[in-house]
T-cell receptor, first 116, second 113 residues
Framework: ETGVTQTPRHLVMGMTNKKSLKCEQHLGHNAMYWYKQSAKKPLELMFVYNFKEQTENNSVPSRFSPECPNSSHLFLHLHTLQPEDSALYLC???????????????FGEGSRLTVL | LAKTTQPISMDSYEGQEVNITCSHNNIATNDYITWYQQFPSQGPRFIIQGYKTKVTNEVASLFIPADRKSSTLSLPRVSLSDTAVYYCLVGDIPGNYGQNFVFGPGTRLSVLP
């Protein structure tokens, strides 16, 4: 139990489907992140949310749409994806006091996405 | 943005001490050095963080020389369960876990029986 829970753990979808990935953190943190990890590639930061507000979008295509309704929940809405979007999508959280982090990044176990 | 360089892979045997060195020649004054561990199909897990000299916790030790241009993660008496990818990151923590906190390819450690 990492304190950051991601669902579903595995997802297979067609290119015309709409699906969502969900992340919930039970650590009382106020910053949340989406990362993408493709096979044989390093983790890539996608989005950063601080206090429910998006503060970073790392040039992510619009077919990925994040949503952060509160500091504990983060969603990644998926629409019209491509096979090359198949990857492990990781959610993370951290605690910020003002603009500073006070601890490490805590990651969930990820959602393995396969786009057919 | 401080870039890190670490070996792509390493092999070790159970019970041995493993040292993984990371180079970060352009580390900035405000940068900390952080190491994460990642098992297959799981998210990375924080191991240790330091700014200078030596830091030790129940899992590992981190050695940082005075010039801070490199650091060494030391894992004492590894077991098969330590087989994982180890990432060295340099960033302005507690400043920002965003785009300035970059995961490289890491070092794939294989522990053999």
């Amino acid at each position: 139990e990492t304190g950051v829970t991601q669902t579903p753990r595995h997802l297979v979808m067609g290119m015309t489907n709409k699906k969502s990935l969900k992340c919930e953190q039970h650590l009382g943190h106020n910053a949340m992140y989406w990362y993408k990890q493709s096979a044989k590639k390093p983790l890539e930061l996608m989005f950063v949310y601080n206090f429910k507000e998006q503060t970073e979008n790392n040039s992510v295509p619009s077919r990925f749409s994040p949503e952060c309704p509160n500091s504990s929940h983060l969603f990644l809405h998926l629409h019209t994806l491509q096979p090359e979007d198949s990857a492990l999508y990781l959610c993370a959280s951290s605690q910020k006091d003002g603009t500073e982090n006070t601890g490490e990044l805590f990651f969930g176990e990820g959602s393995r996405l396969t786009v057919l | 943005l401080a870039k890190t360089t670490q070996p792509i892979s390493m092999d070790s045997y159970e019970g041995q001490e493993v040292n993984i060195t990371c180079s970060h020649n352009n580390i900035a004054t405000n940068d900390y050095i952080t190491w994460y561990q990642q098992f297959p199909s799981q998210g990375p897990r924080f191991i240790i963080q330091g700014y200078k000299t030596k830091v030790t916790n129940e899992v590992a030790s981190l050695f940082i020389p005075a010039d801070r241009k490199s650091s060494t993660l030391s894992l004492p008496r590894v077991s098969l369960s330590d087989t994982a990818v180890y990432y060295c990151l340099v960033g302005d923590i507690p400043g920002n876990y965003g785009q300035n906190f970059v995961f490289g390819p890491g070092t794939r450690l294989s522990v053999l029986p």
